[in-house]
């Protein structure tokens, strides 16, 4: 059985009991409202079709995995239309992965930053381009990493993300494997056709014991996750009704140095 349907910015594809949701908005896959809108929608997709056993969010830009929000919507928000936007890309997608039951793999063939690096790791599987580079530049531009405050010091030790998280330097593929963010790196040419093989290997296990396995490990390791998510969310939005939030942006956008006031 296949099936194909094509939003305007992301593609979904069954084949072989493997739904494949790839990422399409050049150049860069900035995140705005229509394709995290597509994404939850290709999830829920996947999650309703009985006849899926796993699936791979993967990216049609080769070089390129997301480079986070789009800077223009960013700069658009206040707090409670960052608010609202988050309701989707945060809320709206964590209750569909954390509810789907079955595995989802991540093909990270190109860069990923901030919020690109979100749909990254919410999956249950990394597999990486060795080439490829990531971080979490969110402090250069006056925003908060808001889940990775929760993900990342859990997996790659508190002080680490610190590092990582307060300076929003970008580092390689290497290093975040070293860390234990990512499961595997390969060349770029062999990540899709690894995370398909390993979709596929998933996709032979019964149905049914891999639905309550899945659903038990997320029961186990997301206890209090998305209490941690919504407090460190609140104040993601505190920030942006900041004069230093939208200073940082503007900056940013206008290849100058940012002067903060501290409010």
């Known amino acids: 059985m296949q099936e194909t349907v094509t939003f305007e910015l992301v593609r979904y ?12 908005r050049p150049p860069v896959n900035a995140i705005n409202v229509q394709l ?10 996947a999650k309703e079709d009985s006849a899926v056993r796993a699936v791979i969010l993967a990216s049609g830009l080769p070089e390129v995995y997301s480079a986070g929000v789009d800077l223009k919507l960013a700069r658009s928000f206040d707090g409670q239309s960052l608010r609202a936007f988050i309701e989707t890309f945060y809320y709206e997608q ?35 381009a060795k080439e490829a580079q990531f971080g ?9 990493p808001a889940m990775h405050l929760v993900h990342l010091a859990r997996i790659a030790g508190r002080h680490r993300a610190a590092q990582l998280l307060f300076t929003g330097e970008i580092v390689s ?23 398909r ?16 396995l899945r ?35 503007a900056a940013f956008v206008e290849k100058r140095a940012p002067v903060f006031q501290g409010r």
Not at 36 to 45: C, F, H, I, K, S
Not at 174 to 195: C, I, K, S, T, Y
Not at 197 to 212: C, D
């Open 197 to 212: 093989a390993l979709a596929a290997e998933l996709a032979e296990k019964s149905p049914i014991s891999m639905k309550l």
């Open 173 to 195: 593929a290497d290093e975040m494997h070293r860390l234990g963010v990512f499961n595997e790196v390969l060349p770029r040419e062999q990540v899709l056709p690894r995370a």
């Open 94 to 128: 964590h209750e569909l992965l954390y509810r789907m039951g079955k595995p989802v793999i991540a093909a990270v063939t190109g860069h990923a930053r901030a919020a690109g690096m979100t749909w990254a790791v919410s999956t249950d599987i990394i597999i990486a």
């Open 13 to 24: 594809e069954v084949k072989s009991r493997v739904a494949e949701i790839t990422l399409n």
């Open 215 to 249: 659903d038990a490990f997320v029961r186990a390791n997301d206890l209090d996750y998305r209490r941690a998510m919504e407090s460190v969310v609140e104040t993601m939005c505190s920030l942006r009704d900041s004069v230093d939030s939208t200073e940082a942006l």
């Open 136 to 144: 979490y530049p969110e402090i250069n531009v006056g925003l908060l």
């Open 36 to 45: 995290a809108n597509e994404v939850v929608a290709a999830y829920r997709l």
